[in-house]
């Protein structure tokens, strides 16, 4: 019997990096914060560090201001 394993995944500020295919084909990323906002999708890891850097601000002030 196969077991299925989930698809490797980092944190970072608080968000969420999934890899979406295999490791080391160039597969895409996808970036969401805790509170399950999707951020985007990328093509690397240091994309995905820096799109989580650009947005996490503006991202908490609009969850705290529909809080």
Do not use: T, V
């Given at each position: 019997?196969?077991?299925?394993l989930a698809p490797p995944c980092?944190?970072?500020r608080?968000?969420?990096?999934?890899?979406?295919?295999?490791?080391?084909e160039?597969?895409?990323?996808r970036v969401?914060?805790?509170s399950g906002a999707p951020l985007g999708q990328v093509?690397?890891?240091p994309e995905a560090r820096q799109l989580i850097d650009d947005q996490i601000l503006?991202?908490?002030?609009?969850?705290?201001?529909a809080a």
């Open positions: 019997m196969s077991q299925l980092w944190n970072h608080g968000c969420r990096i999934q890899l979406l295919g295999r490791p080391g160039g597969g895409a990323f969401r914060h805790a093509r690397s890891l503006l991202l908490r002030q609009r969850l705290i201001a």
